[in-house]
T-cell receptor, first 114, second 111 residues
Framework: NAGVMQNPRHLVRRRGQEARLRCSPM?????VYWYRQLPEEGLKFMVY????????ESGMPKERFSAEFPKEGPSILRIQQVVRGDSAAYFC????????????FGPGTRLLVL | SQKIEQNSEALNIQEGKTATLTCNYT??????LQWYRQDPGRGPVFLLL?????KEKRKERLKVTFDTTLKQSLFHITASQPADSATYLC??????????FGTGTRLLVSP
């Protein structure tokens, strides 16, 4: 059973470009969470999605950031017009059902904005 | 605010000793706490979950305690090995199960 997959593992963008981060949850998991880890800081929750629904986006910056989890395909975290402060590691986690406390994390995407 | 606090200083111990890491929480009572391990360049890996009505939980060389009076969880690794060197994260669940993490404590086990 493959774990949570994220791609790309590393992404370099210039200021003003768009970044698209993909997450395929574990098989059978329909709940996806995105977290951001800035250098020397802890993981911070961004958004929680179920298939075709955003359940909680309280940690997502109001501008430039969006997330989706379509009926088919991976979850996408999209950052428009990236700035240097967006440089971080972005982790996706999944769980099988609501109320399942344990989350299974992917390897992360390291975004570097030049 | 509802915080999770971990000692940000690295913990250095010798192989074979017991490592003890601390997680403190303030201003709330979490229903459970989780411990994860994170290696450089990798995602966190779940280790143990302990609920507020559980005093202690064990898994192989790992032991977690939960003291609701002290508002603290302790994470122990017995007979530590260099391969245990990593950053250990404490987390609490919230509504909709999003996790709030501490900043983590880096453990270095010397041979």
């Amino acid at each position: 059973n493959a774990g949570v997959m994220q791609n790309p593992r590393h992404l370099v963008r210039r200021r003003g470009q768009e970044a698209r981060l993909r997450c395929s949850p574990m098989k059978g998991h329909s709940h996806v969470y995105w977290y951001r880890q800035l250098p020397e800081e802890g993981l911070k929750f961004m958004v929680y999605l179920q298939k075709e629904n955003i359940i909680d986006e309280s940690g997502m910056p109001k501008e430039r950031f969006s997330a989706e989890f379509p009926k088919e395909g991976p979850s996408i975290l999209r950052i428009q017009q990236v700035v240097r402060g967006d440089s971080a590691a972005y982790f996706c986690a999944s769980s099988p059902v609501a109320g399942e406390e344990t989350q299974y994390f992917g390897p992360g995407t390291r975004l570097l904005v030049l | 605010s509802q915080k999770i606090e971990q000692n940000s200083e690295a913990l250095n111990i010798q192989e074979g000793k017991t490592a003890t890491l601390t997680c403190n929480y303030t201003n709330y009572s979490p229903a459970y706490l989780q411990w994860y391990r994170q290696d450089p360049g990798r995602g966190p890996v779940f280790l143990l979950l302990i609920r507020e009505n559980e005093k202690e939980k064990r898994k192989e060389r790992l032991k977690v305690t939960f003291d609701t009076t002290l508002k603290q969880s302790l994470f122990h690794i017995t007979a530590s090995q260099p391969a245990d060197s990593a950053t250990y994260l404490c987390a609490r669940g919230t509504g909709f199960q999003k996790l709030v993490f501490g900043t983590g404590t880096r453990l270095l086990v010397s041979p």
